[in-house]
């Protein structure tokens, strides 16, 4: 092969009109293939990095507003308490719960089990205690099942209890629950 028939050419100068990359900014068309310029004493190596920063940048923006646009939607999107509607549930659910507890009735074995709750939480500590029951109730229970000395009381309902001590009293019952209930809803807490 002759050396007349090979002709030396820049790698620039040879890829100075084509080049398959095709940079693409987010919502953008894609750049137009700019020529290399050719004008001695540019930093050809600087300006690629200056317009890669410039694309960057771009980039960086559209994605920031997109990303802010999302935060306002999802913003909108937040609930508002509505203070009447929480109001009227928790007067619903009290009313339901009330009416529930009216119907269910008073049998031996939960009335047993409601005495030992409330004695278990006073303990031995207190040889003064008594168990107060309504007069009704104290029908369903056998004497030798009761752990206190028990003292009728017409003011308590029907399910209700009260064990006295000389530190004060416990009361157990549905009234109990249901003032519990009642104060958790106007509070706001989850029961």
């Known amino acids: 092969m002759s050396?007349?028939?090979?002709?030396?050419?820049?790698?620039a100068a040879a890829h100075a009109g084509f080049s398959a990359f095709r940079a693409i900014v987010h919502g953008k068309a894609p750049v137009a293939h700019q020529p290399i310029?050719?004008?001695?004493?540019?930093?050809r190596y600087a300006q690629g990095l200056a317009d890669g920063q410039e694309m960057a940048a771009a980039a960086f923006a559209a994605e920031r507003a997109h990303y802010q646009a999302l935060l306002a939607s999802?913003?909108?999107?937040?609930?508002?308490v509505d203070e009447e509607l929480t109001?009227?549930?928790?007067?619903?659910?009290?009313?339901?719960?009330?009416?529930?507890?009216?119907?269910?009735?008073?049998?031996?074995?939960?009335?047993?089990?409601?005495v030992k709750k409330a004695v278990g939480v006073i303990g031995d500590c207190d040889a003064s205690r008594t168990l107060r029951l309504n007069p009704d109730d104290l029908a369903l229970l056998s004497a030798d099942e009761l752990p206190l000395p028990v003292v009728t009381d017409d003011m308590l309902a029907r399910g209700?209890?009260?064990?006295?001590?000389?530190?004060?009293?416990?009361?157990?019952?549905?009234?109990?629950y249901l003032a519990a209930l009642r104060g958790a809803l106007s509070a706001g807490d989850t029961l």
């Open 87 to 114: 109001q009227l549930i928790g007067e619903s659910v009290l009313m339901l719960v009330s009416q529930i507890i009216e119907t269910a009735p008073v049998d031996a074995r939960w009335l047993n089990a409601q």
């Open 37 to 43: 310029d050719e004008t001695p004493g540019i930093d």
């Open 160 to 176: 209700e209890l009260r064990v006295d001590g000389s530190a004060g009293w416990i009361e157990h019952g549905r009234s109990s």
């Open 3 to 11: 050396d007349a028939l090979v002709q030396t050419v820049p790698l």
């Open 74 to 80: 999802a913003e909108k999107l937040q609930c508002e």
